[in-house]
DNA sequence: CCATATTTCGTACAGTGTACGAATGCGTAC
DNA sequence: GTACGCATTCGTACACTGTACGAAATATGG
């Protein structure tokens, strides 16, 4: 028995709006995955049918370079007047909490060739810091390239990780090794026995070491030729 | 009019077999991209029905390992005896040119937990290399664990470029930049006026820069101290 | 020949994105 | 009021996905 009155058939749930349908977009994949992010259980979500989305958003696609765009839009800024060293790192640390966090939109990348409006503030904002620093344009590039290629390499392999938490390494780390036949893989082997399964393993500790070494490696770029071109070393032999 | 003998009705296509089915899916992938890649589709270019290739996979995941694996055996192994970083930057170069012709596998990365057997004897080689140039344990963790995130970012943002080749960035980077309004963004706008859109420019010679320094860097990290554990420098202030 | 195992594949089902067009509600002008 | 026009909701349908189930065809061994 439907009720007739029109005030009580606009039930009293918040009205759509392309805003609400990307942020539960991005709720519901992380909460369950981006493989149970369809159409129809973002609508059960919402409350809705289906066929209402397209109202707000013009196909899949575009609620993906949507969430996408969003998790962008959680990294850290380096200030802009700030020096670029601690401004870097403090973006790089900030940029693989929220790429941990969203570990879905590691995959999402490769796909997604239309960036959204925090992406590009994003890329802007560090582009800027590395150039008020006195990095020189070509110098700005590499470093540019180079800083997020390990950011996004790190994060994809965190997020192909078998385990998550430093607590469950074992569980999944020793059945694997198990398999091995005898002689095989005798360096992974080593690896795992005197490394990953030490206690207090965690390989997102490694992060540091890389972020650090090349920081370094880009401090000495810039004061040798003040961010002139040239790679950072020309080995005799 | 079936024929009715049992020699003509088995055609002459070559038997069906796990490494065919494989094979024939990482050129569908390659061909038409990962998108294409169907059970149905791959039926077709196997000229089987669709339900027979279940008798060689277990369901479609096990392709995509297995495709993934068959990458990763494309990559060339360091050579056991040779120095480290000759044989690291080697691997290096040959593993970003893989996938940048399979560029459908990064993305695939995310989800694979399980390695294949190709992607282990590449891990177990690599870290073999490292530790024989006598890197500690510990420091083998850290130059891999950096060295692969590099190589995975770097490949993610190639797939992830809208243009392809040298030839048609112009195209696709123009209009972009023309849609941002008056103020926006000033240093894509530079990086794109002053370098992106220069004559010659390919984001590939980028990934020569990085690799150089993370060696570097690695180089001095380990004579340094015989690769032991600390990071590779301790900023004053 | 038959019996058994291996391999092929036809049918069916639940789930996907979404095109199309019909309903419904809402704001404004008469 | 009432009628129009627009924004919004959504029901139905279609082509396509992975794959469960079981039947058919073929190969193998006695």
Same mark, same amino acid.
């Given at each position: ?9 606009? !039930?009293?749930?918040? #009205? ?6 990307? !942020? ?12 149970? @992010? ?24 575009? $609620? ?21 060293? %601690?401004?870097? &790192?403090? !973006? ?9 966090? &969203? ?11 239309? =960036?959204? #409006?925090?992406?590009?503030?994003? &890329? ?41 938490? =430093?607590?469950?390494?074992? *569980? ?13 893989? =005798?360096?992974?082997? *080593?690896?795992?026995? *005197?490394?990953?399964?030490? %206690? ?13 070494? $090349?920081?370094?490696? @880009? ?11 040239? #790679? %950072?070393?020309?080995? #005799?032999?």
């Amino acid at each position: 028995m439907p009720e007739k009155s029109s005030r009580s058939s606009r !039930r009293e749930r918040t #009205p759509l709006s392309r805003e609400r349908v990307l !942020r539960c977009a991005l709720a519901v994949a992380d909460r369950e995955g981006i493989g149970a @992010l369809t159409i129809r259980s973002l609508a059960r979500a919402l409350e809705t049918k289906p066929m209402s989305l397209y109202h707000y958003v013009a196909n899949k696609d575009e $609620i993906l370079d949507g969430i996408v765009d969003l998790v962008f839009s959680e990294i850290d800024l380096p200030s802009a007047g700030g020096d670029w060293r %601690p401004g870097m &790192h403090r !973006r790089a640390q900030s940029a693989r909490r929220v790429l941990r966090c &969203h570990s879905w939109a590691i995959g999402l990348l490769e796909s997604r060739t239309t =960036p959204g #409006p925090a992406t590009l503030q994003h &890329h802007d904002a560090t582009l800027g810091t590395l150039r008020a620093a006195g990095f020189s344009v070509q110098m700005t590039a590499h470093a540019y390239a180079l800083l997020d290629s390990y950011i996004y390499g790190f994060a994809l392999q965190e997020a192909a990780l078998p385990f998550k938490g =430093p607590g469950t390494v074992a *569980e999944v780390t020793e059945p694997i090794v198990q398999l091995f036949s005898a002689g095989d893989y =005798p360096h992974l082997r *080593e690896m795992a026995s *005197e490394h990953v399964l030490q %206690p207090g393993y965690d390989f997102g500790n490694e992060f540091e070491f890389g972020l650090d070494l $090349i920081l370094d490696g @880009l401090a000495a770029s810039i004061s040798d030729r003040g961010g002139a071109l040239p #790679p %950072p070393a020309s080995r #005799p032999g």
